[in-house]
């Protein structure tokens, strides 16, 4: 680093010294209360310049740490795992280089935002839906797809959606795919695995190269999409619940997108506010607090949500499938169209009294458009609004810099749990007795992946203004993840708060393997350093 003053030099001659921040500057920008010493950061506003960036940095052995918009919310945001690195920030490069309306994909740089593509397809008239996830508007496409993030539309596996990608790596030289490379450009865009060696999943959570530009698969717009509510009132209506899913993913898989089980606490947070009296005392809510507040909210003990994609007939008819085959374990079952819950929602507004009485007020009403959305591909920031549950307050205008700031905490925790209602449950009661043990309500989302495997996300809810509410999350993050591994049940993602949690043993091949390619790509070891323990 005693070279760091010359490359700062070459890379101000190159970007203009308004793209170079200070240490002071990319420590408020980019630092989110983490405590780490960020050294420069770098703000290209041109994909060529990645390249001479990067060049320089391997010239003066200046570490480097690219970010696609840096909100990787409650997975360490924009905090390199290693101190004194250079924050690469590409949020600038937000260019939608191309849509090919008859494949059905869209050419991107890191910075272009759910958001951004969404307003895109809509100006051009365009039937496709953007790989939402509830992260909101703001966030990168690119850097959710390389962390392999999921949503609940057709192409729920995003980085499953990535047909090509080009990176700049280590020494500063380019990566392109090899059927663009042999002049099949719109085939390279069309077909995931190319020809050789498939080159483009090393760039998943990694840290082989700088990725600058990625194609993506999109799904196109059904003309019916209808979701259903499974409220299962009782806990030991959770365990038939999943074997009916998993046989219900296998029968009707085509047309149904992911499925999410969420627990009472997890539901609470969604649809209830806080109550007062627990907020006052500083402890979780107990376990028949919850149940008072989902009864005063016509809630059960878990809810499953999921859509169906079709033709309308073909939609409704799975529907009612699906809402058979949950019969055994469910008296509840609802069905919703967009049309359906627009009408309720006025309803709601009209007649509030009413709405409140027979449990579904506007709040409800709102929620469930929210999901709807996601759905059908816009983007929603319904799983932002979760750090915000106990303060009471409403979403901030600036939300992303609220956040980014660490004023409200998230850390998430994020195993696969496979898809056995015995496992299930007894991740479910790991998860609740080392929550409440830390003073953390269990949150616990399940979503299906395929009819194996649950993703399960955790979120750890805290004060980001408190040091001693950080390392209680950290305290109860790593006793998840350490009891968690013990019983087979380990994260598919992983924050850079935690990289160090991925420590591999001597006999784990697949990390030797890793490393020796890191070695080779990165022999100084200048691209993200510490990201997933290489």
């Known amino acids: 680093m005693t070279t760091l003053p010359s490359a700062l030099g070459e890379w101000r001659a190159l970007l203009g010294a308004e793209s170079v921040l200070t240490p002071d500057q990319a420590t408020a920008r980019y630092g989110s209360g983490q405590g780490r010493r960020i050294a420069a950061a770098l703000r290209p506003t041109q994909a060529p310049s990645v390249q001479r960036i990067v060049q320089i940095a391997a010239r003066h052995r200046v570490p480097l740490y690219p970010i696609s918009t840096g909100r990787n919310w409650g997975y360490g945001g924009a905090n ?6 250079v924050v690469l920030d590409l949020s600038l490069l937000n260019r939608i280089l191309a849509v090919d309306a008859e494949l059905g994909t869209a050419t991107l740089e890191p910075g272009v935002t759910q958001g951004q593509l969404r307003a895109h397809l809509d100006r051009l008239g365009l039937p496709f839906m953007v790989p939402t996830t509830g992260a909101g508007a703001n966030v990168s496409l690119v850097g959710n797809a390389l962390e392999r993030g999921y949503g609940i539309t057709p192409h729920a596996d995003h980085f499953g959606a990535v047909m090509a990608l080009e990176a700049v790596l280590p020494d500063g030289s380019l990566y392109r795919p090899r059927l663009g490379a042999l002049g ?4 390279g865009h069309s077909y995931k695995w190319g020809i050789g060696p498939y080159i483009d999943g090393l760039f998943s959570q990694s840290n082989f190269g700088v990725v600058t530009q990625m194609t993506i698969a999109l799904a196109q717009r059904p003309p019916h999409v209808e979701a259903f509510y499974v409220f299962l009132d009782r806990p030991e209506q959770l365990a038939p619940a ?12 085509g047309v149904m997108g992911g499925v999410n089980i969420l627990n009472g606490y997890r539901l609470a947070s969604m649809a209830c506010p806080y109550p007062a009296a627990a907020l006052a005392r500083g402890t979780p809510l107990q376990a028949h607090e919850l149940a008072e507040l989902l009864q005063d909210h016509g809630l059960g003990a878990y809810l499953v949500v999921g859509s169906v994609y079709g033709e309308a007939p073909v939609a409704r008819a799975a529907v009612a499938t699906i809402l058979r085959a949950f019969a055994p374990c469910s008296g509840r079952r609802v069905r919703l169209t967009r049309g359906k819950a627009g009408l309720l929602q006025s309803l709601a507004a009209r007649f509030p009294g009413l709405a409140s009485r027979v449990g579904f007020g506007p709040d409800q009403a709102a929620r469930m458009l929210s999901a709807l959305n996601l759905m059908e591909g816009i983007p929603d920031d319904v799983a932002l609004r979760l750090p915000y549950w106990k303060s009471g307050t409403p979403l901030p205008e600036d939300l992303p810099g609220g956040l980014q700031s660490g004023e409200r905490g998230l850390m998430w925790y994020a195993p696969l749990v496979p898809m056995v209602p015995d496992t299930v449950l007894a991740f479910e009661a790991l998860v609740s007795r080392v929550c409440l043990q830390h003073g953390f309500e269990p949150l616990i989302t399940l979503t299906s992946l395929s009819d194996r495997c649950f993703d399960s996300s ?7 203004r408190s040091s001693s509410e950080r390392e209680r999350s950290r305290r109860c993050f790593d006793m998840l993840f350490d009891e968690g591994r013990q019983r087979g049940i380990v994260p598919y993602r992983m924050g850079s708060q935690a990289f160090h949690k991925l420590a591999g043993q001597d006999d784990d091949p697949a990390l030797a393997l890793a490393r020796r390619v890191k070695q080779l790509l990165d022999p100084d070891n200048l691209i993200s350093p510490g990201r997933y323990n290489l």
């Open 242 to 253: 999943v074997h009916a899913l998993r046989g219900l993913l296998r029968t009707t898989g």
């Open 184 to 187: 099949g450009e719109r085939v």
């Open 80 to 85: 390199p795992p290693q101190d004194d690195c």
């Open 458 to 464: 955790v979120p750890l809810l805290f004060d980001g």
